[in-house]
């Protein structure tokens, strides 16, 4: 059974990931991405802030943010408070990726509403967040 679990695993993954790729062919990482998304959520912040509400280094943001910058998804301009600060900024290239990344996750959700009855939708959920659980991720 546990190499089943393992395949049925692997394939979800790797369905997945192509499906997100389809819609989202840059190469960004998932911890770039939660940048993109709590800058989406919470508006322009300093890399101090980014860092504390994402729980990682100054360094690692700093390499997350060059390669955002790289494609265009954030810019930055100086604190008009603190001039040594400078604000990061999501801007429209990076709102237009989200945005491709929700639509992705929308048809998703419109292809397995086709496949699965109210009933196992129910189930996956459920199976979906204990799995998710069981794997760390609160």
Not at 1 to 25: G, H, Y
Not at 47 to 76: A, E, H, M, T, W
């Amino acid at each position: 059974m546990s190499n089943k679990l393992e395949d049925a695993l692997s394939l979800l993954q790797c369905t997945l990931v192509a499906r997100r790729i389809s819609f989202t062919p840059e190469q960004v990482t998932w911890g770039q991405y939660d940048v993109l998304e709590i800058l989406r959520l919470k508006g322009d912040l300093t890399p101090g802030q980014l860092s504390q509400l994402l729980g990682i280094s100054r360094q690692n943001l700093s390499k997350f943010l060059r390669v955002l910058k790289s494609y265009d998804f954030v810019s930055q301009y100086q604190s008009k408070q603190d001039k040594r600060e400078f604000i990061t900024h999501l801007t429209d290239a990076g709102q237009d990726f989200l945005q491709r990344a929700a639509t992705g996750r929308t048809e998703n959700v419109m292809k397995i509403q086709q496949a699965l009855t109210e009933e196992e939708q129910v189930l996956f959920i459920s199976l979906a967040n204990k799995v998710t659980s069981a794997l760390g991720h609160k």
